[in-house]
Antibody
Framework: QLQLQESGPGLVKPSETLSLTCTVSGGSISSSAYYWGWIRQPPGKGLEWIGNLYYSGSTYYNPSLKSRVTISVDTSKNQFSLKLSSVTAADTAVYYC????????????????WGQGTLVTVSS | SYELTQPPSVSVSPGQTARITCSGDALPKQYAYWYQQKPGQAPVLVMYEDSERPSGIPERFSGSSSGTTVTLTISGVQAEDEADYYCQSADSSGSYNLVFGGGTKLTVL
């Protein structure tokens, strides 16, 4: 059974960089069949897609966050990571990592396995 | 920017049918996906490619599409179905951009 687990600091200061890691177990992050992604959810609000990554390193980002986001992969550790720079209180959210299924012949994807999520609070 | 619109809330009695809609201009060209999220838990995929049910999801969950609106239908609603439901799709402008609807709170009366 595939499992994903987010890890990283729960508190980040404004203007600093948020860094999270997702560890994948029960499957290989180097599978050619899937991408890997990050989604966030501010407290009491809806879901927001952050970005997706392929094991080769190809990335796709939400246009509204693109200037501040970097997603990378470490295939040797079966992990992928999120960095979000210049954070503000508006970046306070539960951050989820997920496996991404890509629909062939379409610029579409969806999320079939999710981590449990980790709350990151931006505050001084 | 592309948006998907859902009603904030839907209420039904146990055993009744709940219909949750999601509207978006690109939905005639793009599939929709549905997630169920219970309090304090991660979302769970309950429908993909408009009307396909993942393994393990009860048959009372079904999906349909008509024009710019997709609908998640839950027949014979049970108390355990009370949750937030989110639709998700993709922008059809040619750039890769995944979008979620604002979510619908399903209350089982």
């Amino acid at each position: 059974q595939l499992q994903l687990q987010e890890s990283g600091p729960g508190l980040v200061k404004p203007s600093e960089t948020l860094s999270l890691t997702c560890t994948v177990s029960g499957g290989s992050i180097s599978s050619s069949a899937y991408y890997w992604g990050w989604i966030r959810q501010p407290p009491g609000k809806g879901l927001e897609w952050i970005g997706n990554l392929y094991y080769s390193g190809s990335t796709y980002y939400n246009p509204s966050l693109k200037s501040r986001v970097t997603i990378s992969v470490d295939t040797s550790k079966n992990q992928f990571s999120l960095k979000l720079s210049s954070v503000t209180a508006a970046d306070t959210a539960v951050y989820y990592c997920a496996r991404v299924v890509v629909v062939p012949a379409a610029m579409e994807s969806y999320f079939d396995y999710w981590g449990q999520g980790t709350l990151v609070t931006v505050s001084s | 920017s592309y948006e998907l619109t859902q009603p904030p809330s839907v209420s039904v009695s146990p055993g009744q049918t709940a219909r949750i809609t999601c509207s978006g201009d690109a939905l005639p060209k793009q599939y929709a996906y549905w997630y169920q999220q219970k309090p304090g838990q991660a979302p769970v995929l309950v429908m993909y490619e408009d009307s396909e049910r993942p393994s393990g999801i009860p048959e009372r969950f079904s999906g349909s599409s008509s024009g710019t609106t997709v609908t998640l239908t839950i027949s014979g609603v049970q108390a355990e179905d009370e949750a937030d439901y989110y639709c998700q799709s993709a922008d059809s402008s040619g750039s890769y951009n995944l979008v979620f609807g604002g979510g619908t709170k399903l209350t089982v009366l």
